[in-house]
Structure formats: structure tokens, C-alpha cells
């Protein structure tokens, strides 16, 4: 978690420029990930039109926006399920958007991905799910990572639920098992699709305690797209506003409260 | 990416976008498109296809999915592709009796009944019931995963679809299919053998002896391992449909609907291309 002194001072974009906002003094290297100058269309619709951005390690951003303002796009971007049509991210220092496969297969491990479903395998079991990633790149014998599965569940307040299907559990649930999963081979960074969607108030409470508790164990850091500013405010070092494909403005909360632009103070407000 | 390299043609995916819309224009255009629309798809398979290989020849190669997928694909639908076989032989062998018997040729009936089944009706039997029970099945498993994130989720996690999920399948069908074949001839011959003994009964020793005299090993050989390239149009085309899936539960509908079709159709067109190509190569 970064200190409050070291969040970034608010900065909103001027008219007709991209956003080239960096983090603590404009540095991108060692930095978790390093997002510049990303753009993605689908067919006529500019979704992303030059996000720059940094996060370090051991920060937690929150992407805001309305629906549809590429949030999930970005995210998706970022671990390398749909391909930018121009500019570079930077994980850990590596360019991946032109990587090939494997290599590619070899950075996402080191990223967790919480999908905004969950997205849990539905012909395996809660434990089955966990061990999933485990299998595939863990040199784990099967006892370590059956030992894995339970603390990982366990850290999730789940270790009662291993033989469950994913059908049988609620969304709550989900979300938890779907964290664990992200979490099974202790990735550097977590990218987290909309954790409290869907969910009432309590649960929700009860995932961003978990997440802020995930964070501050794990030491990683953590990109969360999320519409919830309650969640944002409680799990996020910094906040950043997705408007017409750019960053409108970043900054903590505070900051984005006392902004004056029109589009802000809306989305707070409603938000809110 | 699965989510982007291959798309379906928006004929075969969307409701909408049926025959009926096309029609409205002139019957040249409607030719234009539906050809088109035909090379697009098919270039579009051609490109997942080559993902499927590239992929597969790279590790780990996934041994304990591909056994699952035996399982699943190959002992699954052994009940239904020995009772269709077994269908098959029984209906063949009262039809055959009344005009071999017409012409005095009853002492063939043996052979004729195992040439047929051999040759091409248990291949072809089997491959429809296969593209029916298993073509289905993938193209509304995969479809169902694809809509739900899940491909998404295991190509998140660092392991590569195209292996994980379509090679397994598609090796599972090509190494299944023909061993179902021997299935359906086997169950085939069983029943004709039975419906023949009903109306006058034989020993089935005799039977079989007489069905296969003047038989080669190498005759029964390209008829039933044609059946591997069924298994490879079926697992495809069932792959293909369900990974590109879009749309919700109307896509996973349609990728199975569709699968079942076209792996239907290439089956038989295959099997007449086949055919051909073994009665020239394997006279």
C-alpha cells in the first residue's frame, strides 16, 4: 500500500490532449506495470484513445468510469486477451504487446486475474478450480498443492467449501474463490474486474476487507476497475477516471472530490 | 487470442442475419454473399487450424485431458454407436434376406451384409451419430465456456486454449472414431447375424465365415481408419463453432445447432471424396 504523502497530485486532461500521467515523480522504471499511449477500437468505436499511466509495486489503482468507457478493455489488454492497436504496456519493465505466446504465457503468471463473473471453471470443484493454475505451472507435488489449495481457501474464509461446484455457491462466494484462484501461484500483480458487482452491500464490504488484506499479505500490486467509489476509496491508493477513452483525472479521493470539472463532479456525485 | 483471430461469419452466427435477409436482394448477390460468406468461414477454420497445430507441437501436451477426452468423446458414445450399429445391421439384413432370396442369391447374404457394414455403412453411421453426440457436445461445451469468460480465464492463467481445449478434443475424435467404427461393424454383423437366425437359423461361426470369404485384412483397413479423418472434421468444426461463440446463451444455441450441422455435412461430403480416393488407391 502506498502512504497517503505519496499518492499523485490530481492532474485533468486538457482538451484534445492524451493523458501522460506518471506516478510519483514520472519514474516507469522498476514500476509494476507501465501503460503508454494505449489505444483499442472495435470497428468504428474508439475505446481507449491514449491511456498513459503507471502503477508500482505495492500500489493499488482503482479505474473508474461509466459503463462502456473501456475499463475492462484495459484490463484485458493488459494481460493479453485482446491486443492494443497502438501504444506499448510494460510489465515488470517487459514489452508485451508484441511478445509471442509462450513468452506471454510466461509474464501472465506472474498476474492474478479476477473476471467480473468470476469465471469459474462450472465442470470442476471449488478445489479443482484452485488447483487449476497450480497443476499447470506449480512444480508442487500434488500433496503441496492440495496443502496450497487449502491455505489459499482458507485465506478467503473458504475451507469448508472444497468439494462444492461452482454452481452450488453464491456470487459472493464466487468472487472469494475466484480471488484464491488469482492469487494460487502468488502473482506481483492482481487485476481485479469489478470484485463487488452484483453483490449486496455486506458482501461487498466483506470482499474489499479481503482485498485490502490480500494486498497488504501479498505485497502486490493491483489494478481494480470497479463503479463502486465506496470500494475504491476503501482499497485504492490512487483513482483513476476513464472518460471518452482517456484519463479524465487521477489522483486519491480526496483529490477527485474537490475537482471542479463538470464530468467529476457528476460521477461522483452519482456515483457516490 | 481465441477472442479475436477467428470470427464467425455473421450468416452462421447471428438470428437475424438468415437467408431470408439476403434474399431480399438480387439472385446474383445472394450467390456473391453466400459464397463469400462460405470462403470467409473456411479461411477462418484454415486459420484455427493452424493455431491447433502450432500449438501442438509445443509443451506440455496436456496427456491427462486427452485421456479425459477418450473417455468422454470415445467410451460415452460407445452405447449409442453400438446400437446404431447394431440397428443398422438387423434392418439391413430382413431388408437384404426378401430380394437376395428373390433372385436365389440367399447363400450371399453373409458377405453382402458384412461388405456393406464394413465398407461404408458402419463407418458413415458412426461418424453421423458421433457428429450428432459429440459435435453437439463440444460446440455447446466450448460455446457455453466461451460466453462465461472460462477460455478467457485459462488463457489468463497461462495455458494456451488451442492445446487445452481444441487439440485434446480433436486428437480424442480422430483416435476414437475409428475404434467406434469397430464397434458398429461388430454390433452390426452381430444383429444381422441374429435377424438372419431368427428366420432361419445358422450358426453364428458359419455366418461370419461366409460373410467374410475371400476378405483381406487390407480390404477392412482403409474403410475403417477413414473414419479418423471424420474424427478430425467433427472435433474442427465442433472446436471452431464453440470458441468463437458470441452472443449468450442464443450463441451457445447456435454453435451447437451449427456444429451438428456442418460436422453432419463434411462427414458426408468427405465420406464421397473418400470413398473415391480409397477405391482408387486401395483397389
Known sequence: MMLPEQAVLPAVAESGASTALESPGGKSDGAAVVLRGLQKSFGSQIVLDGITVTIEKGETLAVLGRSGSGKSVLLKLIIGLQKPDAGSILIHGEEITKLPLDAMNEIRKKMGFLFQNAALYDSLTVEQNIAFPLQRHSKKTEAEQGERVKELLASVGMEGDLKKMPSDISGGMQKRVGLARALALEPTILLLDEPTAGLDPITSGEINELILKLEEEHDMASIVVTHDLHSAKTIADRLALLHEGRVLIEGNFEELEKSEDKFVMEFMKREG | ?283
Open chain 2, 1 to 283: 487470442m481465441v477472442s479475436h483471430d477467428a470470427r464467425i461469419p455473421r450468416r452462421w452466427m447471428s438470428p437475424d442475419a438468415g437467408p431470408a435477409a439476403t434474399l431480399s436482394s438480387s439472385p446474383l448477390d445472394f450467390i456473391g454473399n453466400l459464397i463469400n460468406h462460405f470462403l470467409e468461414w473456411f479461411g477462418e477454420l484454415g486459420l484455427f487450424a493452424w493455431q491447433v497445430l502450432r500449438s501442438a507441437v509445443r509443451r506440455p501436451f496436456e496427456g491427462r485431458e486427452l485421456l479425459r477426452q477418450l473417455d468422454e468423446i470415445g467410451s460415452k458414445s460407445l452405447p449409442v454407436v453400438a446400437l446404431a450399429g447394431a440397428a443398422i445391421g438387423f434392418v439391413l439384413s430382413l431388408e437384404s434376406r426378401s430380394s437376395l432370396v428373390r433372385f436365389g442369391a440367399k447363400s450371399m447374404l453373409p458377405a453382402a451384409l458384412v461388405y456393406s457394414i464394413i465398407h461404408e455403412t458402419g463407418p458413415i453411421v458412426t461418424g453421423l451419430v458421433v457428429s450428432g453426440r459429440v459435435g453437439a457436445g463440444i460446440g455447446a461445451e466450448l460455446g457455453s465456456m466461451k460466453v462465461t469468460e472460462q477460455i478467457d480465464a485459462i488463457e489468463a492463467s497461462g495455458v494456451n486454449p488451442y492445446k487445452f481445449l481444441a487439440f485434446t478434443r480433436i486428437m480424442a475424435c480422430i483416435l476414437m472414431l475409428p475404434l467406434l467404427t469397430l464397434a458398429a461393424d461388430f454390433c452390426g454383423v452381430l444383429f444381422g447375424w441374429i435377424a438372419e437366425t431368427l428366420v432361419e437359423p445358422v450358426s453364428f461361426h458359419r455366418f461370419v465365415s461366409q460373410g467374410f470369404v475371400g476378405a483381406k485384412f487390407g480390404d477392412f483397413l482403409a474403410p475403417t481408419f477413414r473414419t479418423a479423418f471424420f474424427g478430425l472434421i467433427i472435433g474442427m468444426i465442433g472446436c471452431f463453432q464453440g470458441m468463437n461463440t458470441k452472443g449468450g446463451t442464443a450463441g451457445v444455441g447456435i454453435s451447437a445447432t451449427s456444429s451438428v450441422v456442418l460436422s453432419s455435412l463434411f462427414v458426408i461430403l468427405a465420406d464421397v471424396v473418400l470413398v473415391k480416393f480409397i477405391l482408387v488407391f486401395f483397389p
